[in-house]
C-alpha cells in the first residue's frame, strides 16, 4: 500500500513538501509519481520519476515543483515551492510495483491561499 503524508495549508508564494511511502511485499518499484485533482475537474498528472531518476513534469508546475524517491525506502517525495492558488488540490501519488500493477496512495490536500 502507499500512505501520503505531508498536505496543509500554506499561503501564496510558500513551499511544502509531500511524502509517499510503499510497503508491503514489494520486489522492486518502476515509475513513481504525482497526481493532483480538483473537485469537478480531471485528475491531472504533475510529475513522474522513473527507476533511473528521470523526471518529467507538466508545465503548470516546471521549475516550481522537484520530484525525488528514495529506492531503499520506497518513498516519493514532492517539494512545492512557490505555490500558487491554482495548485490547490488533493494530490494523490502512484507506484507501479513490479509484477504487481499500479497502487495509489489516498490522497493528501494541499490548500493555497492567496
Known amino acids: 500500500q502507499l500512505q501520503a503524508s505531508g498536505g496543509g495549508l500554506v499561503q501564496a508564494g510558500g513551499s511544502l513538501r509531500v511524502s509517499c511511502a510503499a510497503s508491503g511485499s514489494i520486489v522492486s518499484i518502476g515509475g513513481m509519481g504525482w497526481y493532483r485533482q480538483v473537485p469537478g475537474k480531471q485528475r491531472e498528472l504533475v510529475a513522474g520519476i522513473t527507476q533511473t531518476f528521470r523526471t518529467s513534469y507538466a508545465d503548470s508546475v516546471k521549475g516550481r515543483f522537484t520530484i525525488s524517491r528514495d529506492s531503499a525506502k520506497n518513498t516519493v517525495y514532492l517539494k512545492m515551492n512557490s505555490l500558487k492558488p491554482e495548485d490547490t488540490a488533493v494530490y494523490y501519488c502512484?507506484?507501479?510495483?513490479?509484477?504487481?500493477?499500479?497502487?495509489w496512495g489516498q490522497g493528501t490536500l494541499v490548500t493555497v491561499s492567496s
Open positions: 502512484y507506484a507501479n510495483v513490479v509484477r504487481m500493477g499500479t497502487y
